[in-house]
């Protein structure tokens, strides 16, 4: 039975909630806040920091360069906080991310320990019917989700999980009070960037390690280092200029890259450049030439120069071949790393290929693989997420008509702009799938999506309007723009979590938008400017 939404008794009444306290959710709510709006954040942890608050498995430290994967809103803000090291490790993100909430005192607007379960759009008044699982029923006229991309931990349903006697642990779940290994017989499950960051530090502390490989991943050295005071210093004199630039790439952030392929040089040169690029280290190895990802050609110039060097790395064979991947680099996500390889020259480090023969079930001392049993302590699933779209659809969202997100969803994720989805007016989904995200510098995009909503939402205020929903034209055009798009790029042809084929049963639509942050600001702001093209604006 549906309730008329004026007879409903709420627990609040607002212009805005807000799902997730992560860098997304922190800064939408100071927009809010700044532009005048009642809002709220809500978040299911005991702090704010998003996936820098669940992921604290050892080695845990994001890809992208500190300098650049930090907020650009304020200047104050990124003049007064220091990286410490080149890629910043898990716990100093989440004292960043702390540090913000605080310095812009953002908590007393945040509910933690509250999970939205629940978002009802009510035609009659064109607002958001809310609830959360502690109980409370929340009117908003805007729902946003900056729920983020990789938050929804895949732990596979191995048959017999149960009988396990040992600890299972997650690497997006991690316990915060930190997991000792000493001594114990580990399992990692998994190979992506959350195995390659912590199979290193695993294998330091136990006392054997088996690594369970169902595809073996291309991974480069991060090249991790401290940074000292002049380098920061240099940067922060330059930070302008140096987040424009960033804004001007495909990436959103500015490395070295080449403006020419890897077939316009002639081996030695092309040699030469992978050595460059690959002594700088980091996942700029892949702008060493500007079709990797577009010609299968050069694409296996880079592959095989990888390969050779973990045969190097790598001192038996027989693993050096397993470890060595055979498709496209650059189609799943590249992994930066620091000694995962040589991990694999200790005697107490066993890799296991799983390609042929899966995990066919737990035991109570460990886990089969065909008819061999590994007996061990504890098993870390370093499994991964159901991406892009997992945190969304674990919420019932229902929009017109009552009809869910999950079934317009069924086919896999449909969205205007990645921002806005027809049938599901006023709600806005930060980094939702069909924007670069994961394909950029993930802050800048929360910046930029949080801006163009506000801005938005001011111009329905000015405007006195009360609903905006994209509509259906905009929305199948954005898909099938993603969707040509995607097809031209190499990152489309591998089994990757970006196409959803991690997940058994999700549909296998590749997700996030490849065509680059410049362009996406055109089109974002070329919509503004056409009067909200694409969107239906209404009283
Ligand atoms: P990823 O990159 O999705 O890696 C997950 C790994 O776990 C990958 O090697 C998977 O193999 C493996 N996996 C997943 N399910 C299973 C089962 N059922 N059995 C065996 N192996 C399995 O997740 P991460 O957390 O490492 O990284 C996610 C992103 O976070 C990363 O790209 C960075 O952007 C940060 P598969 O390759 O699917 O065969």
């Known amino acids: 039975m549906t309730v008329p939404a004026a007879t409903q008794t709420f627990d609040a009444s607002l212009d805005a909630v807000v799902v997730g306290a992560g860098f997304g959710g922190m800064y939408m709510m100071l927009k809010l806040r700044e532009n005048g709006y009642s809002a709220r954040v809500y978040e299911t942890g005991d702090d704010v920091g998003g996936t820098w608050y669940w992921n604290r498995y050892p080695g845990c430290r994001c890809d992208v360069e500190s300098m650049q994967y930090s907020y650009s809103f304020s200047d104050e803000l990124q003049q007064e906080w220091n990286w410490s090291e080149r890629y910043a490790p898990q716990p ?28 009802t759009f009510d035609e009659a008044t064109n607002r958001w019917t809310i609830e959360t699982n502690t109980g409370k029923r929340i009117s908003a006229r805007y729902f946003i989700t900056a729920v983020g991309c990789l938050s929804t931990a895949n732990l ?39 195995g390659i ?147 694999f020259n200790l005697p107490h480090v066993k890799l296991v290929d799983i390609s042929k023969s899966p995990i066919s079930r737990l035991t ?27 945190a969304l659809l674990k919420m019932d969202i229902r929009g017109v008509g009552g009809r869910t997100l999950n079934d317009k969803w069924e086919h896999g994720p449909r ?20 924007s670069p ?40 055009a954005w898909v099938e723009h993603n969707r040509e798009i995607g097809d031209g790029s190499l990152r489309s042809q591998c089994k990757s979590w970006y196409l959803g084929s991690n997940i058994p049963g999700k549909p296998k639509v590749f997700s996030p938008y490849i065509g680059g942050f410049p362009i996406y600001t055109d089109k974002l702001a070329e919509s503004v400017s056409h009067d909200y093209r694409g969107f239906e604006l209404s009283r």
């Open 92 to 119: 100093e993100i989440l004292a960043y991310a702390r540090h913000v909430a605080d310095r812009f005192d953002l908590r007393r607007d945040i509910e933690f320990e509250t999970r939205i379960d629940r978002a």
């Open 364 to 390: 109570e001392n460990g886990l089969m693989v065909g008819e061999t049993e590994y007996q061990v302590d504890d098993i870390v699933c370093a499994t991964g997420f159901d991406a892009m779209t997992g």
């Open 437 to 476: 995200s994961v394909f950029a510098n993930m802050i800048l995009c929360v910046e930029q999506h949080s801006d163009w909503i506000v801005g938005c939402m001011n111009h329905m205020r000015d405007e006195k309007l009360k609903r905006i929903e994209a509509t259906l034209d905009a929305e199948d």
């Open 197 to 343: 960051q912590s199979i290193p530090l695993i294998a330091k502390q136990s006392k054997s390690l088996h690594v369970f490989q169902r595809t073996a991943n291309f991974v480069v050295p991060a090249r991790n280092r401290p940074l000292d005071p002049e380098e920061r210093a240099a940067v922060k004199a330059d930070y302008a200029a140096l987040r424009a630039k960033g804004r001007s790439r495909p990436t959103g952030f500015f490395f070295e890259h080449n403006n020419f392929s890897a077939l316009d040089v002639d081996d030695a040169e092309r040699e030469r450049l992978y050595e460059k690029f690959w002594d700088n280290g980091g996942l700029t190895f892949l702008g060493v030439f500007n079709d990797l990802l577009i010609s299968p050609e050069s694409n296996e110039t880079a592959a095989e120069f990888v390969r050779n060097k973990i045969r190097k790395i790598v001192k038996d064979p027989e693993t050096a071949e397993l470890l060595a991947p055979r498709d496209i680099i650059g189609c799943k996500r590249l992994c930066a790393d620091t000694g995962y390889f040589e991990t």
């Open 156 to 194: 596979p349903d191995f048959p017999d999980r149960d009988a396990f006697k040992g600890n299972i642990y997650h690497t997006g779940q991690w316990p915060h009070e930190g997991v000792d290994f000493t001594g114990r017989r580990v399992a990692v499950i998994g190979t992506g960037s959350s």
């Open 415 to 434: 969205s205007y702009l990645g921002l806005g989805v027809k049938g599901f007016p006023n709600m806005f989904t930060i980094t939702g799938p069909g």
